[in-house]
């Protein structure tokens, strides 16, 4: 019997993280009266959130266009692998989750260690 070899993917693990994001809201308005508004919150309104790494993005959207993993957009962690590869030689196996950077950092981390 023929063995079948998995498809093989690589990424420095040093782009399993995350980067902070900062907006700033603009406000909006018709009134005059909110011009004080909009000027003080411009100087002290702030958004911060976090992305995974541009490098760990190309991956997965490359994963995506393969045809190895289904993205899910809506929330994170819900990524769904379609057909098995390793990863920085960790095996994925069919409808197993693939996850964020930086969850992905630990995951790798935990299978290498206890298989």
């Known amino acids: 019997m023929k063995k079948k070899i998995l498809s093989d993917f690589s990424i420095d693990e040093q782009y399993l993280t995350?980067?902070?994001?900062?907006?700033?809201p603009k406000f909006v308005s018709d009134s005059?009266?909110?011009?004080?508004?909009r000027v003080l919150a411009g100087n002290v309104v702030r958004c911060i959130g976090s992305k995974?790494?541009?490098?760990?993005?190309?991956?997965?959207?490359?994963?995506k266009l393969d045809g190895f993993i289904e993205i899910e957009r809506s929330w994170w962690n819900g990524d769904r692998v379609l057909k098995p590869f390793t990863l920085n030689g960790v095996k994925?196996?069919?409808?197993?989750?693939?996850?964020c950077a930086t969850a992905m950092k630990g995951h790798l981390k935990f299978a290498r260690k206890y298989g």
């Open 18 to 24: 995350d980067v902070q994001v900062v907006t700033y």
């Open 32 to 37: 005059e009266d909110d011009e004080f508004i």
């Open 52 to 63: 995974d790494h541009d490098e760990f993005t190309k991956l997965r959207e490359q994963l």
């Open 92 to 99: 994925f196996k069919k409808h197993e989750k693939f996850v």
